[in-house]
């Protein structure tokens, strides 16, 4: 599966983005998808992910109550929309594919994913 990330931008503490992934493909409601962000300087780490199917989401606690991920599998799409941002979310942000389920919190691991967008920018002005 390919996946091509969207929607990144500069925007002022407090507001809003919404990110897309689309993903091309017919099998895309197979699989488990997550974002993940990268700051300079710093390691590639979990923002969040959801099931197959939609019906469990998961979140890094720096963004619970913040952001929130969901996804369309009719149009093999999975959003990241983003509320509440601060200057520490700026960072480029990737969306990723897992071909298995997610078990015993393997949702955090970048490892568990198999294939990965190209990343796009956010950042967050104070």
């Known amino acids: 599966v390919q996946l091509q990330a969207s929607g990144g931008g500069l925007v002022q503490a407090g507001g809003s983005l919404r990110l897309s992934c689309a993903a091309s493909g017919r099998t895309f409601s197979r699989y488990s998808m997550g974002w993940f962000r990268q700051a300079p300087g710093k390691e590639r780490e979990f923002v969040a992910a959801?099931?197959?199917?939609?019906?469990?989401?998961y979140s890094a606690d720096s963004v619970k109550g913040r952001f929130t991920i969901s996804r369309d599998n009719a149009k093999n799409t999975v959003y990241l929309q983003m509320n509440s941002l601060k200057p520490e979310d700026t960072a480029v942000y990737y969306c990723?594919?897992?071909?298995?389920?997610?078990?015993?919190?393997?949702?955090?691991?970048?490892?568990?994913?198999?294939?990965w967008g190209q990343g796009t920018q956010v950042t967050v002005s104070s």
């Open positions: 990723a594919a897992s071909e298995r389920s997610f078990y015993s919190g393997s949702y955090y691991r970048t490892t568990t994913y198999d294939y």
């Open positions: 959801i099931t197959w199917s939609g019906g469990s989401t």
